[in-house]
């Protein structure tokens, strides 16, 4: 895809100082600007790199005044990080307006999708599957049987639709996700020999969630594992059965949360965290990375360590942690002495 300068500036409601007409096919940083392609400059350390950036197109902030002569066209915005943001999130509009059924795919005759689909190469849909309005399914995704899935949602390759997963409206499930499956239950007898506990619920994501590639969601064994709405998930996380996530909760990449652990709104989970089963965390939690949670947790809790504890605490006490061998080396001095 090439644009011109004009044409992006029209998109940013800019102003173009330079050639109009230049165009460019590639974004780039302005230290690595190639003839071509687009950059920006937003933070004043990089603004020596403008003089000698070879990009074709350069996004400044009205108020750049450069010091000295540069080749590169200038689009003036107000902002330009705000402004390189928006042709971002433009450009991936574009790069991912699909639409079609290639083929080879399998889609179940009982299935049922809605308008301006994408269904990519390999794709299967089982049987009594309903697909919204502008839905993508990106190559080799596989859909079970009597999932249901809203509006402008996007799933990229590779990625396990479980059955009975619902999935709500403007949801993004990135490349290797898995959702539905089994979660980890099983009972031992008296020989100590595991038997495996069916697992019959399901996994059910509200909108606006995003997903990232190579996480795991569990059904639940009874009722409902919950993703509530706005939830954001990092790569390569485990989220067992019956968990629930409330409203606007972020998490970091290789966190675990064993079952039916409930995490309230608007929480802040690090990467690396575990979170032991039956728990309860209220809302507004803030959990440093690699750390471990046995207990329940009040809202408003900022916590660290491994078994996690008040941040604060953990702070003052790192600070002893990191001298206990001069302290202990003192000690053993002063009781040499006092024999």
Same mark, same amino acid.
């Given at each position: 895809?090439?644009?011109?300068?004009?044409?992006?500036?029209?998109?940013l409601?800019?102003?173009v100082?330079g050639?109009?007409?230049?165009?460019?096919s590639? /974004?780039?940083?302005?230290?690595e600007?190639v003839?071509?392609?687009?950059?920006?400059l937003a933070?004043?350390?990089?603004?020596?790199?403008?003089?000698?950036t070879?990009?074709?197109?350069?996004?400044?902030?009205?108020?750049?005044?450069?010091?000295?002569p540069i080749n590169?066209t200038?689009?003036?915005?107000?902002?330009?990080?705000k402004a390189?943001s928006?042709? /971002?999130?433009?450009?991936?509009?574009?790069?991912?307006?699909?639409?079609?059924?290639?083929q080879?795919?399998?889609i179940?005759?009982? +299935?049922?999708y809605?308008a301006?689909?994408?269904?990519?190469?390999f794709?299967y849909?089982?049987?009594?599957?309903?697909?919204g309005?502008?839905?993508?399914?990106?190559?080799?995704?596989?859909?079970?049987?009597?999932v249901?899935i809203?509006d402008?949602?996007?799933?990229?390759a590779?990625?396990k639709?479980?059955?009975e997963t619902?999935?709500?409206?403007?949801c993004?499930?990135n490349?290797?996700?898995?959702?539905?499956?089994?979660?980890f239950g099983?009972?031992p007898?008296?020989?100590?020999?595991?038997s495996?506990v069916p697992?019959?619920g399901?996994?059910?994501l509200?909108?606006?969630v995003?997903?990232? +590639?190579?996480t795991t969601?569990?059904?639940?064994t009874l009722?409902?594992?919950?993703?509530?709405?706005?939830v954001?998930?990092?790569?390569?996380?485990?989220?067992?059965?019956?968990?629930?996530?409330?409203?606007?909760?972020?998490?970091a990449?290789?966190?675990g949360?064993?079952g039916?652990?409930?995490?309230g709104?608007?929480?802040?989970i690090g990467?690396?965290?575990?979170?032991?089963?039956?728990?309860?965390?209220?809302?507004n939690v803030k959990?440093?990375a690699?750390?471990?949670?046995?207990?329940?947790?009040?809202?408003?809790?900022? /916590?660290q360590?491994?078994?996690a504890?008040n941040?604060g605490?953990w702070?003052?006490?790192?600070?002893?942690?990191?001298?206990?061998?001069?302290?202990?080396?003192?000690?053993?001095?002063?009781?040499?002495n006092?024999q």
């Amino acid at each position: 895809m090439k644009f011109t300068a004009a044409q992006i500036a029209g998109i940013l409601e800019g102003e173009v100082e330079g050639d109009e007409q230049i165009e460019v096919s590639k /974004l780039a940083k302005i230290e690595e600007g190639v003839p071509g392609s687009l950059t920006f400059l937003a933070n004043p350390k990089y603004t020596s790199f403008i003089y000698d950036t070879e990009a074709s197109v350069t996004i400044v902030s009205k108020d750049f005044e450069p010091e000295k002569p540069i080749n590169t066209t200038l689009i003036r915005v107000e902002d330009a990080y705000k402004a390189f943001s928006k042709l /971002l999130e433009y450009y991936n509009m574009v790069k991912m307006n699909k639409t079609g059924i290639e083929q080879p795919v399998f889609i179940s005759e009982s +299935a049922i999708y809605g308008a301006d689909p994408y269904i990519g190469a390999f794709a299967y849909i089982g049987d009594n599957v309903t697909i919204g309005d502008n839905v993508k399914l990106y190559p080799n995704v596989f859909i079970g049987d009597n999932v249901a899935i809203g509006d402008n949602v996007i799933v990229f390759a590779g990625a396990k639709i479980y059955s009975e997963t619902i999935i709500g409206n403007n949801c993004v499930i990135n490349g290797g996700v898995i959702l539905g499956a089994d979660g980890f239950g099983f009972t031992p007898n008296e020989e100590g020999i595991y038997s495996k506990v069916p697992q019959t619920g399901n996994v059910m994501l509200e909108d606006n969630v995003d997903i990232g +590639a190579g996480t795991t969601i569990d059904r639940a064994t009874l009722g409902s594992t919950i993703i509530r709405k706005g939830v954001k998930l990092d790569n390569q996380i485990q989220i067992a059965h019956n968990v629930e996530i409330g409203e606007n909760t972020v998490i970091a990449a290789q966190t675990g949360i064993a079952g039916s652990t409930k995490i309230g709104k608007n929480c802040m989970i690090g990467g690396q965290v575990g979170i032991a089963g039956h728990l309860t965390i209220g809302d507004n939690v803030k959990i440093q990375a690699q750390s471990g949670i046995g207990r329940n947790l009040k809202d408003n809790a900022t /916590l660290q360590g491994s078994p996690a504890f008040n941040y604060g605490d953990w702070n003052k006490s790192y600070v002893h942690f990191k001298n206990l061998p001069d302290i202990m080396k003192r000690f053993n001095t002063f009781e040499k002495n006092k024999q």
